[in-house]
């Protein structure tokens, strides 16, 4: 059995309807960040992400997020849930680095992400976060 985190974060244009904040202090590039969480937690509670997105009302283009192994084991999996009635796209987080949050961002933009589904933990989770 393995625990799957699956957060989902919303890029900068979806930010307006939800009460997600974040704001920028002075030029000590740090950021504050206030997110909307759900959480869905259970046995086999990965099959019930698309209705977890449709509730949220979200649609549009999808940026899957995971590591290499849990691609495997998950992100894969929720690529071909949600592949129906979104439009999803997947990478790969290598490392924990501000290139790599540069990578994603790159990514958001070219593509015209909606919304980040991360799955797995820390690293993708915080990549995620900053890159939204």
Do not use: W
Not at 9 to 25: A, D, E, G, I, P
Not at 49 to 70: C, M, Q, R
């Amino acid at each position: 059995m393995y625990f799957l985190n699956l957060l989902i974060f919303f890029t900068n244009h979806v930010t307006k309807y939800f009460s997600t904040t974040c704001h920028k202090l002075s030029a000590m590039k740090t950021m504050l960040m206030q997110l909307p969480r759900s959480v869905l937690v259970g046995e086999d509670a990965i099959d019930d992400t698309s209705d977890f997105i449709k509730d949220l009302k979200l649609n549009g283009n999808v940026l899957v997020l995971s590591g290499h192994h849990t691609y495997k084991i998950a992100g894969e999996r929720v690529v071909e849930i949600i592949k129906d009635e979104y439009n999803p796209t997947y990478s790969i987080i290598k490392e924990a680095s501000s290139d790599e949050v540069k990578r994603v961002e790159g990514l958001i933009n070219k593509s015209d992400i909606d919304f980040l589904i991360a799955v797995g933990g820390g690293k993708v989770i915080d990549i995620a976060k900053l890159a939204s």
